[in-house]
Protein backbone atom coordinates (compact mmCIF):
# COMPACT_ATOMS: atom_id res chain seq x y z
CA UNK A 1 0.00 0.00 0.00
CA UNK A 2 1.62 3.79 -0.82
CA UNK A 3 0.87 6.96 0.57
CA UNK A 4 -1.93 9.11 -0.28
CA UNK A 5 -1.06 13.46 -1.10
CA UNK A 6 -4.37 15.28 0.07
CA UNK A 7 -4.18 19.03 -0.07
CA UNK A 8 -0.34 18.57 0.50
CA UNK A 9 -0.51 16.22 3.12
CA UNK A 10 1.29 12.87 3.07
CA UNK A 11 -1.76 10.40 4.42
CA UNK A 12 -0.13 6.93 5.00
CA UNK A 13 -2.90 4.12 3.47
CA UNK A 14 -3.47 2.31 6.76
CA UNK A 15 -4.56 5.64 7.85
CA UNK A 16 -7.49 5.37 5.56
CA UNK A 17 -10.63 3.07 6.01
CA UNK A 18 -13.24 2.38 4.10
CA UNK A 19 -16.80 1.26 4.38
CA UNK A 20 -19.66 0.87 1.90
CA UNK A 21 -23.16 0.51 3.35
CA UNK A 22 -26.70 0.94 1.58
CA UNK A 23 -27.52 4.44 0.48
CA UNK A 24 -31.17 6.04 1.90
CA UNK A 25 -33.38 7.93 -0.01
CA UNK A 26 -34.70 7.55 -3.55
CA UNK A 27 -33.12 5.17 -5.49
CA UNK A 28 -35.40 2.45 -7.23
CA UNK A 29 -34.83 -1.22 -7.05
CA UNK A 30 -31.08 -0.41 -6.97
CA UNK A 31 -31.09 1.14 -3.73
CA UNK A 32 -31.98 -1.96 -1.40
CA UNK A 33 -29.32 -4.17 -3.52
CA UNK A 34 -26.30 -2.21 -3.72
CA UNK A 35 -23.78 -0.95 -1.68
CA UNK A 36 -23.26 2.51 -2.55
CA UNK A 37 -22.93 5.27 0.12
CA UNK A 38 -19.41 5.67 1.38
CA UNK A 39 -18.14 6.03 4.77
CA UNK A 40 -14.15 7.48 4.88
CA UNK A 41 -11.91 7.04 8.20
CA UNK A 42 -9.48 9.14 8.46
CA UNK A 43 -7.16 8.00 11.78
CA UNK A 44 -4.98 11.09 12.85
CA UNK A 45 -3.27 8.83 15.61
CA UNK A 46 -1.97 7.25 12.03
CA UNK A 47 -0.93 10.79 10.47
CA UNK A 48 2.11 12.82 11.23
CA UNK A 49 0.69 15.88 11.28
CA UNK A 50 2.27 18.98 13.64
CA UNK A 51 0.21 19.66 16.48
CA UNK A 52 -0.71 22.99 14.81
CA UNK A 53 -2.55 21.19 11.90
CA UNK A 54 -3.76 18.45 13.97
CA UNK A 55 -5.49 21.56 16.38
CA UNK A 56 -7.07 23.39 13.29
CA UNK A 57 -8.06 20.20 11.54
CA UNK A 58 -9.78 18.78 14.81
CA UNK A 59 -11.43 22.46 15.23
CA UNK A 60 -12.99 22.35 11.50
CA UNK A 61 -14.07 18.88 11.57
CA UNK A 62 -15.66 19.75 14.26
CA UNK A 63 -18.57 16.69 14.56
CA UNK A 64 -17.18 14.46 11.85
CA UNK A 65 -14.52 13.89 14.67
CA UNK A 66 -15.20 11.02 16.89
CA UNK A 67 -14.08 10.08 20.51
CA UNK A 68 -11.54 7.69 18.34
CA UNK A 69 -9.35 10.43 16.98
CA UNK A 70 -11.21 9.71 13.64
CA UNK A 71 -12.26 12.01 11.26
CA UNK A 72 -15.77 10.39 9.84
CA UNK A 73 -16.67 11.29 6.24
CA UNK A 74 -20.03 9.55 5.06
CA UNK A 75 -20.69 10.56 1.76
CA UNK A 76 -24.35 9.27 -0.34
CA UNK A 77 -25.51 11.74 -2.38
CA UNK A 78 -24.59 10.37 -6.02
CA UNK A 79 -26.01 6.64 -7.43
CA UNK A 80 -22.69 4.63 -7.91
CA UNK A 81 -19.85 3.69 -5.38
CA UNK A 82 -17.32 5.38 -7.13
CA UNK A 83 -18.51 8.49 -7.06
CA UNK A 84 -19.51 8.91 -3.63
CA UNK A 85 -15.96 7.56 -3.12
CA UNK A 86 -14.81 10.59 -5.15
CA UNK A 87 -17.08 12.56 -2.81
CA UNK A 88 -15.62 11.51 0.15
CA UNK A 89 -11.81 12.21 -0.96
CA UNK A 90 -12.96 15.60 -2.11
CA UNK A 91 -14.36 16.45 0.95
CA UNK A 92 -11.44 15.23 2.75
CA UNK A 93 -9.27 17.30 1.01
CA UNK A 94 -11.03 20.44 1.39
CA UNK A 95 -10.89 19.95 5.10
CA UNK A 96 -6.74 19.18 5.00
CA UNK A 97 -6.75 22.38 2.93
CA UNK A 98 -8.72 24.57 5.25
CA UNK A 99 -6.71 23.06 8.20
CA UNK A 100 -3.56 23.76 5.82
CA UNK A 101 -4.10 27.70 6.12
CA UNK A 102 -3.08 29.13 9.40
CA UNK A 103 -5.83 32.11 10.77
CA UNK A 104 -4.89 35.64 10.22
CA UNK A 105 -3.36 37.35 13.29
CA UNK A 106 -6.44 39.72 14.51
CA UNK A 107 -4.59 43.12 14.69
CA UNK A 108 -5.97 45.32 17.49
CA UNK A 109 -7.55 48.61 16.53
CA UNK A 110 -8.97 51.88 18.23
CA UNK A 111 -11.34 54.05 17.52
CA UNK A 112 -10.63 57.38 16.42
CA UNK A 113 -11.34 60.50 18.70
CA UNK A 114 -14.18 61.49 15.91
CA UNK A 115 -15.79 58.31 16.33
CA UNK A 116 -15.79 58.41 20.48
CA UNK A 117 -16.62 62.03 20.23
CA UNK A 118 -19.96 61.11 18.03
CA UNK A 119 -20.78 57.93 20.01
CA UNK A 120 -20.86 59.85 23.25
CA UNK A 121 -22.96 62.95 21.53
CA UNK A 122 -25.53 60.47 20.46
CA UNK A 123 -25.51 58.56 23.99
CA UNK A 124 -25.86 62.61 25.33
CA UNK A 125 -28.96 63.55 22.45
CA UNK A 126 -30.86 60.02 23.69
CA UNK A 127 -30.41 60.87 27.18
CA UNK A 128 -31.82 64.52 26.98
CA UNK A 129 -34.62 63.42 24.61
CA UNK A 130 -35.40 60.12 27.36
CA UNK A 131 -35.42 63.18 30.22
CA UNK A 132 -37.94 65.52 28.30
CA UNK A 133 -39.82 62.35 28.87
CA UNK A 134 -40.36 62.50 32.45
CA UNK A 135 -42.79 63.99 34.18
CA UNK A 136 -42.36 67.49 35.79
CA UNK A 137 -41.51 67.71 39.11
CA UNK A 138 -43.59 70.25 40.80
CA UNK A 139 -42.13 72.12 44.37
Known sequence: ???YTIAGQQIPAEALRWK???STGPGGQNVNKVATAAELRLDLSACRFSTA???RL???AGKRLNRAGEIVIFAQAQRTQGRNREDAMDRLGVL???AGRAPKKRLKTKPSRKAV???IQRK???GQK???RRKPLFD
Do not use: C, G, N, P
Open 96 to 98: LSE
Open 1 to 3: MTD
Open 20 to 22: FVR
Open 58 to 60: ALI
Open 124 to 126: QRL
Open 130 to 132: KQL
Open 53 to 55: YRR
Open 117 to 119: KAR
